[in-house]
C-alpha cells in the first residue's frame, strides 16, 4: 500500500518534468547575444578591424580633405564624419553578419546548431542583439573621432535626437537583414570576402560615405539612392551638420520621409529575403 502510494504520487512529478515548457525564442536569443558577444569580443583581429578600420580611414581622409571648407562654417571633416558613421553601421551589420554567418556555416556551426532544440529564431535574435551593441559602440567611437578633430557637433535639438534613433534603427535593422540574406550567396568563408565587401565598397564610394554626395556622379547618385546607405549617410548628416548642410544636398533637403520609407523598405525586403534563401548546410552538404 506504501508502495503503491509512492508510485501514485511519483507519476504526476515525472510528468511535469516530461511536459515542462523549454524557454521561449526570446529569452534563448538573448542568452545566444551575451555569448556571440562574448565571442566577438575574445577575437582581438576583428575588434581591431570593425573598430579601428573607419576611424583610421576617418582620420587618413579628413587629415587630407578635412581642412578645406564645404561651406562657410562647414569643413569636408564634418560631412566626412556623418557619412563614415553610416558606414560604420552597414560594415557592423551588413558586413559583420554576412561574412559571420558564412564562415559558421562553412564549419558546419549551424548545421550542429539546426540539430538542437534551439528555436531557430534565437540564433537570429542572438545575432541581432550583437549588431546592435556592436553598432552603438561603432558609433560612439566614430563620434568621438570627429569632436576631437573635426568639430563635429552633437544633435542640438530633441528632433535631431530623434533622427539619430530611427535612422539608426531602421539603418541597422535593413543592413542586418540584407547581411543574414547574403551570407547565402558565399559557396565557402574563403569566396566570402569578396563576395560580401565588394559591394559594401562600392556602395560606400557612391553613397557618399568616402567621398562627399555632391561630388558623385549623377548617374551613380541614382545608383546609390535604390541601396540603404545613401538614405542612412543622408540621414546621418541631418543630424550632424548644420541647417545650411543642407544646400549640398542634390535634392536640397534632407528627405526625411522618404529615407524613413526607403530603409523600411529594405527592412521588409531583407525579411522576404532572409525567409525565403537562408540555408542552414553549406553546398557541399545540399
Not at 37 to 55: E, G, H, N, T
Not at 90 to 108: P, V, Y
Request: charge should be positive; hydrophobic fraction near 55%; proline fraction near 6%.
Amino acid at each position: 500500500m506504501t508502495a503503491s502510494q509512492t508510485i501514485t504520487t511519483a507519476a504526476p512529478d515525472t510528468a511535469a518534468v516530461g511536459t515542462a515548457r523549454l524557454p521561449g525564442a526570446l529569452r534563448v536569443g538573448v542568452a545566444q547575444g551575451r555569448l556571440e558577444l562574448a565571442s566577438f569580443f575574445r577575437d582581438r583581429q576583428v575588434v581591431f578591424f570593425v573598430f579601428a578600420l573607419p576611424a583610421v580611414l576617418l582620420v587618413l581622409l579628413g587629415s587630407i580633405y578635412g581642412n578645406k571648407s564645404a561651406l562657410h562654417g562647414l569643413s569636408v571633416g564634418q560631412v566626412f564624419t556623418a557619412g563614415m558613421i553610416a558606414g560604420g553601421i552597414a560594415a557592423t551589420s551588413f558586413q559583420n553578419l554576412g561574412l559571420s554567418i558564412a564562415g559558421e556555416r562553412d564549419r558546419e556551426v549551424l548545421k550542429r546548431l539546426r540539430g538542437t532544440p534551439m528555436p531557430p529564431a534565437a540564433y537570429f535574435v542572438g545575432k541581432v542583439v550583437q549588431v546592435f551593441v556592436v553598432a552603438v559602440a561603432e558609433v560612439v567611437v566614430l563620434v568621438v573621432v570627429g569632436l576631437a578633430f573635426y568639430h563635429l557637433h552633437l544633435p542640438t535639438s530633441a528632433a535631431k535626437w530623434w533622427t539619430l534613433a530611427w535612422v539608426f534603427v531602421l539603418g541597422t535593422v535593413a543592413c542586418s537583414l540584407l547581411g543574414i540574406a547574403a551570407s547565402s550567396l558565399p559557396k565557402s568563408a574563403g569566396s566570402a570576402i569578396p563576395v560580401i565587401t565588394l559591394p559594401l565598397l562600392v556602395l560606400q564610394f557612391i553613397s557618399g560615405v568616402y567621398v562627399p554626395f555632391n561630388n558623385v556622379p549623377p548617374w551613380l547618385q541614382q545608383i546609390a539612392a535604390l541601396f540603404p546607405l545613401k538614405w542612412m549617410s543622408q540621414g546621418l548628416r541631418s543630424v550632424f551638420l548644420p541647417p545650411q548642410a543642407v544646400t549640398l544636398e542634390p535634392s536640397q533637403s534632407w528627405q526625411h520621409a522618404e529615407t524613413a520609407l526607403v530603409l523600411g523598405a529594405w527592412a521588409v525586403g531583407g525579411l522576404v529575403l532572409c525567409l525565403t534563401t537562408f540555408r542552414w548546410l553549406s553546398s557541399s552538404e545540399r
